[in-house]
């Protein structure tokens, strides 16, 4: 059986560990911690807080897996129509750094219709062997079929680490191919590093919207999965003599289609991707009439930017919730982020925090946006905003 | 055909705020809510049900406590609640958290629908669904926004994704996920509320489940959290108050230091 442990001899009473515990689950009696089993989550976090080791999680593994034969770095490679993901480019870069510390080579996986392409684009990039399933099957959005289909090579590569990008499709697929595998994935990464000793892959990520940081193991399982937040890490460049192969892999099955698609229709109004765009220009209640999203979205126009909003805004119909950053919104990561009358509530944080550079424009020099925004403005956005785009345009 | 909601306990991260001595969470007045994305999922599955007939269970698996959330369920309008709870569940990441969930539906007669939301606010994670899904080899579809058509045998919906929305069709059974555009969830009724307090929460175990240890809970996940941290704080930026006329031309000015044009097309 697996547990948690208070080492009591150990144990000072110190009450680092009950400040740190998300759930409430530790109680202090007579100076000595005491685990409220009915609350705790075993997450680890006390563990991690106590200065005097003095509480342990144990583990009881199973059988185990033989991990030693599983070497190299997979990445997946999304596309849609006939377009490689920028995301990839991201992944693969944090492909090439991992390969610094493991000297093992970099595979991808590249199923779809009419593939050949993107698998030699990859290759550019530093890709040791792209392997390609091509089949009708395969087309756009079919991650159904796709999942079982990468499950299927990742059986037949072996790879020790496996990445795809924390996007709908792969937040979608990957957890499918994990569950196959029976192997750890861990969602939407905005670091990875390789633990020198152990060479295992750390991968860190956030949690509770943003609050905290968790840094994650597979230790027994392979392949080490993870998705990689989008727009954190740098792409990967080009290489200038590409080196790699590309691996046909057509005697892998093809399953029959459950899904059907009808049809893709694309975000009207929106002349870019909220996730994909370098610059945010964000409403919150402070434009207090819908008639003032125009304001806003001059601004986003002026910078060459998308159109965000917070909750606030999204709820009140002023501004379709396709935009909606934060917790229950998209989480976005932009060069430039710019919050005009957002007050900075932790959900809309949760979206926007780990953009390059913040700007918030409030009327409330108290607003806890300030205490996240690399600059910011005190005053009515009425007269910021259209100075701001007056200055810009000059 | 029976409808199962999957529903998650989690913490009001509204009230989570860090603490900026200590650098920690501070928890006081922090409650336990249902996952915001799951009310979505309730109502949902509750205005299937309206229109095609039907039952609605709601399922989650936690600690003891969690009956409260189920209960918060049935004064909603769910007709069943379970509860699945035992020790050995406790640490359980998302591998070992779909597997338990699954072999629960697996315990359920005939389940056409399986709703969730889109993910947990605490794990934020959004892997149980597709999780699930593949324990019980059956489709799934994630980020649901709209269900167009439902029937006993197909189901019609809207995907969200990053640059607008797929339109899908698939046979039941299935797992879907739905965000919040997809309804707006109601208020429990009086007598809905009545129904919950005299509701009995139906818990099952891991034994009554019949998945073996090694497979659930801690023992049965593949990853382990080797540390939690808060992440570091910006650190308090530059703030000009002042004539906009000055306030914005010393941004721009600022930005442009630190090689940002804006408006300049692209940035240095
Ligand atoms: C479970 C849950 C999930 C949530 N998810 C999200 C989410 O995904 N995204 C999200 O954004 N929110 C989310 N929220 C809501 C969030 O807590 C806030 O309520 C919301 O972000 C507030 O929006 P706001 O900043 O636009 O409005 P307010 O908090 O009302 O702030 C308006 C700001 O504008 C300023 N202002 C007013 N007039 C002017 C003016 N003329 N010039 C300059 N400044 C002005 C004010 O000083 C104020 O700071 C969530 C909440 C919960 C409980
Ligand atoms: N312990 C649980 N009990 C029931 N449902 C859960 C549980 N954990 C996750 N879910 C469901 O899975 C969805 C995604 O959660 P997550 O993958 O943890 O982000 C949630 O919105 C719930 O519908």
Redesign the interface.
Same mark, same amino acid.
């Given at each position: 059986?697996?547990?948690i442990q208070v080492i009591e001899h150990k144990c000072v009473g110190c009450k680092k560990c009950q400040?740190?515990?998300?759930?409430?689950a530790i109680d202090m009696v007579e100076k000595l911690a005491v685990i409220n089993?009915? @609350?705790?989550? &075993?997450?680890?976090?006390c563990v991690?807080?106590c200065p005097f080791e003095a509480i342990v999680?144990e583990?009881?593994?199973?059988e185990k897996q033989d991990i030693s034969s599983y070497s190299g770095i997979c990445v997946y490679a999304e596309h849609r129509n006939g377009v490689l993901s920028s995301v990839v480019k991201e992944i693969i870069g944090v492909a090439r750094r991992l390969k610094e510390s493991l000297d093992k080579p970099i595979y991808a996986i590249v199923v779809g219709q009419d593939v050949k392409r993107i698998a030699e684009e990859i290759l550019e990039y530093g890709v040791d062997e792209a392997w390609v399933r091509e089949d009708p099957r395969l087309g756009d959005?079919a991650e159904?079929v796709q999942?079982d289909v990468v499950a299927a090579i990742l059986q037949e590569m072996r790879p020790e680490i496996f990445l795809g990008g924390g996007?709908?499709?792969g937040?979608?697929?990957?957890?499918?191919v994990?569950?196959?595998l @029976?192997?750890? &994935?861990?969602?939407?990464c905005t670091e990875l590093t390789i633990d020198e000793e152990t060479k295992n892959l750390?991968q860190t990520r956030?949690?509770?919207?943003?609050?905290?940081?968790?840094?994650?193991?597979?230790?027994?399982?392979r392949p080490q999965m993870a998705t990689v937040r989008h727009k954190v890490m740098p792409e990967a460049k080009k290489v200038e003599k590409p080196q790699g192969r590309i691996v046909p892999a057509d005697y892998i099955p093809v399953p029959k289609p459950?899904?059907?698609?009808?049809?893709?229709?694309?975000?009207e109004g929106?002349t870019v991707?909220?996730?994909?765009a370098?610059?945010i220009v964000s409403a919150g209640r402070g434009i207090q009439d819908p008639k003032n999203v125009g304001l806003i979205a001059k601004l986003a126009n002026?910078?060459?930017g998308a159109l965000g909003a917070s909750r606030a805004v999204v709820d009140a119909g002023w501004v379709p919730?396709?935009h909606?950053v934060g917790?229950?919104?998209?989480t976005v990561n932009p060069?430039?982020y710019i919050a005009c009358g957002i007050s900075g509530?932790?959900?809309h944080l949760?979206g926007m925090?780990s953009s390059d550079?913040?700007?918030a424009i409030n009327r409330d020099?108290n607003a806890p946006i300030?205490?996240?925004?690399?600059?910011?403005?005190?005053?009515?956005l009425f007269?910021?905003v259209p100075?701001?785009i007056k200055?810009?345009?000059k | 055909m029976n409808i199962v909601v999957c529903i998650k306990q989690v913490?009001d991260?509204?009230n989570?705020?860090?603490?900026p001595e200590?650098n920690?969470?501070i928890?006081e007045g922090?409650e336990s809510i249902i996952n915001?994305?799951d009310m979505y999922a309730i109502e949902e599955a509750l205005r299937i049900k309206e229109k095609i007939g039907g039952k609605v269970t709601a399922l989650s698996m936690g600690?003891?406590?969690v009956a409260e959330a189920l209960r918060t369920a049935i004064s909603l309008g769910a007709d069943e609640a379970i509860l699945l709870t035992d020790?050995?569940f406790?640490?359980a990441?998302?591998?070992a958290t779909?597997?338990t969930l699954a072999g629960a539906i697996r315990k359920m007669e005939n389940i056409g629908l399986i709703l969730m939301g889109k993910q947990a606010?605490?794990?934020?994670?959004?892997?149980?669904?597709?999780?699930v899904?593949?324990?019980l080899r059956l489709?799934?579809?994630?980020?649901i926004?709209k269900i167009e058509e439902i029937s006993e045998k197909e189901i019609?919906c809207?995907r969200?994704?990053?640059?607008?929305?797929?339109?899908?069709?698939?046979?039941l059974p299935i797992i879907i996920t739905v965000?919040?555009?997809i309804n707006e969830p109601r208020l429990p009724s009086l007598r809905g509320k009545m129904a919950a307090k005299k509701a009995e929460i139906i818990t099952w175990n891991a034994e009554y489940i019949g998945i073996p240890?090694?497979?659930i809970?801690?023992?049965g996940?593949?990853?382990?959290?080797?540390?939690?941290?808060?992440?570091p704080?910006?650190g308090?930026?530059?703030?000009?108050?002042?004539e906009?006329?000055d306030?914005?031309?010393q941004?721009?000015a600022?930005?442009k230091t630190?090689g940002?044009q804006?408006?300049a097309?692209k940035?240095e």
């Open positions: 059986m697996s547990g400040k740190v515990c998300p759930y409430d089993l009915d @609350k705790c989550t &075993l997450c680890g976090a991690d807080a999680i583990k009881a593994t199973g959005y159904d999942a996007t709908i499709i937040r979608s697929l990957l957890p499918r994990a569950v196959r @029976k192997t750890g &994935l861990t969602a939407d750390r956030p949690a509770f919207g943003g609050n905290i940081m968790a840094t994650i193991l597979t230790t027994a399982h459950r899904i059907e698609v009808l049809g893709f229709v694309p975000e929106q991707n909220l996730v994909e370098d610059i002026a910078v060459g919730y396709s909606q917790q229950t919104g998209k060069v430039v509530a932790i959900q949760a925090k550079i913040i700007i020099a300030f205490d996240v925004a690399h600059y910011g403005i005190v005053g009515n007269d910021v100075e701001l200055q810009i345009e | 913490p991260t509204t989570i705020r860090i603490n200590t920690t969470l928890r922090v915001p994305f600690p003891p406590q020790r050995a406790a640490g990441d998302t591998w779909s597997l606010i605490d794990g934020d994670t959004g892997q149980v669904g597709p999780g899904a593949e324990h489709p799934h579809i994630t980020d926004r019609v809207e969200l994704l990053e640059d607008g929305y797929l339109r899908l069709k698939a046979q965000v919040k555009e240890v090694e497979e809970g801690l023992n996940s593949p990853t382990q959290v080797l540390k939690i941290f808060t992440p704080k910006p308090g930026g530059k703030v000009f108050e002042g906009p006329a306030t914005v031309a941004l721009l600022e930005l630190g940002i804006l408006g097309a940035e």
